[in-house]
């Protein structure tokens, strides 16, 4: 059974870069995206973008200019930064898989991360 | 991008009730749509996909069906553990994928 864990800084002033990285245990690396999802009373769920084993990314376009989604296939890990962050950036933060990749555009979200609130305050 | 629209945006309902909540795209996704739920505290569950295939171990009293660019989540009969918060999301063109803004299923 895949397992999605995270972790990174929850408290963050404006214009610095928030970094999150999620861990993945269980399961192929390959064949899926590994996706970033953020949640807030505002915005709701809000897709922030993904990463293929081998590198391919597809960023949220709201969102692209500030985003940078990488992955670290010997650790099975995957990592968001989001630079220049402002209060409307606090949200909870999940990791999720995102596919199967053969089957797109049937795909889905399955497993999420635990979530990391990260709040933005000066 | 594509908008989806979920109504009610919150319901009141007791254990034995048939719920149902619909979630509108603004334009054809054909029947590429996912259900979540979402309980307090916790990240959403995957139940649906691709509009009516149940997710393995999901009770069979949840149900999706879809006509034109409207979806619908059903559950036949409300259990205690169903009171939660429910997502649809499109996975037919992106970026980006986008979600509905859930609805808030109460006692």
């Known amino acids: 059974q895949v397992q999605l864990q995270q972790w990174g800084a929850g408290l963050l002033k404006p214009s610095e870069t928030l970094s999150l990285t999620c861990a993945v245990y269980?399961?192929?690396?390959?064949?899926?995206?590994w996706s970033w999802i953020r949640q807030s009373p505002g915005r709701g769920l809000e897709w922030i973008g993904e990463i293929s084993h081998s590198g391919s990314t597809n960023y949220n376009p709201s969102l692209e200019s500030r985003v940078t989604i990488s992955v670290d296939t010997s650790k099975n890990q995957f990592s968001l930064k989001l630079s220049s962050v402002a209060a409307a950036d606090t949200a909870l933060y999940y990791c999720?898989?995102?596919?199967?990749?053969?089957?797109?555009?049937?795909?889905?979200?399955?497993?999420w991360g635990q979530g990391t609130l990260v709040t933005v305050s000066s | 991008d594509i908008q989806m629209t979920q109504s009610p945006s919150s319901l009141s309902a007791s254990v034995g009730d048939r719920v149902t909540i619909t979630c509108r795209a603004s334009?054809?996704?054909?029947?590429?749509l996912n259900w979540y739920q979402q309980r307090p505290g916790k990240a959403p569950d995957l139940l649906i996909y691709a509009a009516s295939t149940l997710q393995s171990g999901v009770p069979s009293r949840f149900s999706g069906s879809w006509s034109g660019t409207v979806f619908t989540l059903t559950i036949s009969s409300l259990q205690p553990e169903d009171f939660a918060t429910y997502y649809c999301?499109?996975?037919?063109?992106?970026?980006?994928?986008?979600f509905g803004g859930g609805t808030r299923v109460e006692i």
């Open positions: 999301q499109q996975s037919y063109s992106a970026p980006p994928l986008t």
């Open positions: 269980g399961g192929s690396f390959s064949g899926y995206y």
């Open positions: 999720a898989r995102h596919g199967p990749t053969f089957r797109r555009p049937i795909s889905w979200f399955d497993p």
């Open positions: 334009q054809t996704i054909s029947s590429y």
